[in-house]
């Protein structure tokens, strides 16, 4: 007798992570951050605290940043998620990506897939966005470190480069 996953709470979900649609045997409720990086094996994504609050696992979903340790995958599926892996590449990154590189604005590197994924999705609707309102989007995101100095410099350029 083979596996029946109906058995053990398990159904197929179908989960368009950056373009590529991956149909995974998973539990509905699975937090979509293990689906990510356990079945996907997706690095951006980190596990913080595993209540919604830090911001580490940070991904796009409708234009939205939402917290993927919180978010069952049930809720998500066939929705189109992106990962700060699917935003650029090594030979093309993302303008957020460039401008923290070229700021130097990682420390640590835990808050970073937060941090530009959260700023992603607010510059994508407010490219031109003052460094209060940039400040008050990254609120929720926290960065024990502090580097944001350097991360709102970088967020700033990458949204001048946006805008245009």
């Known amino acids: 007798m083979g596996f029946d996953p109906t058995l053990n709470g398990m159904s197929a979900i179908t989960l368009k992570v950056n373009g590529r649609s991956h149909k995974l045997d998973l539990d509905p409720s699975t937090p979509l951050l ?19 609050q830090c911001g ?5 979903v409708k234009g939205q940043a939402i917290r993927s340790c919180i978010t069952p995958v049930r ?7 992106t990962t700060l892996e ?11 990506q460039r401008a923290f590189i070229e700021e130097q604005a990682a420390q640590c590197g835990f808050c970073v897939n937060g941090v530009i994924l959260t700023a992603k999705a607010f510059l994508d ?9 940039i400040e008050q ?3 929720g995101v926290l960065c024990r470190c502090f580097a ?17």
């Open 34 to 52: 293990y689906a990510l990086s356990d079945d996907l094996a997706l690095n951006g994504p980190k596990f913080g605290c595993g209540l919604g």
């Open 56 to 60: 580490a696992c940070t991904v796009i």
């Open 75 to 81: 809720s998500v599926a066939g929705a189109d998620i």
């Open 86 to 96: 699917g935003i650029g590449t090594a030979d093309k990154p993302h303008p957020l």
């Open 125 to 133: 609707k407010n490219p031109k966005a003052t460094e209060p309102e």
């Open 137 to 139: 989007a990254l609120s």
């Open 148 to 164: 944001s100095v350097r991360m709102l410099r970088a967020i700033q350029k990458a949204g001048q480069e946006m805008a245009r």
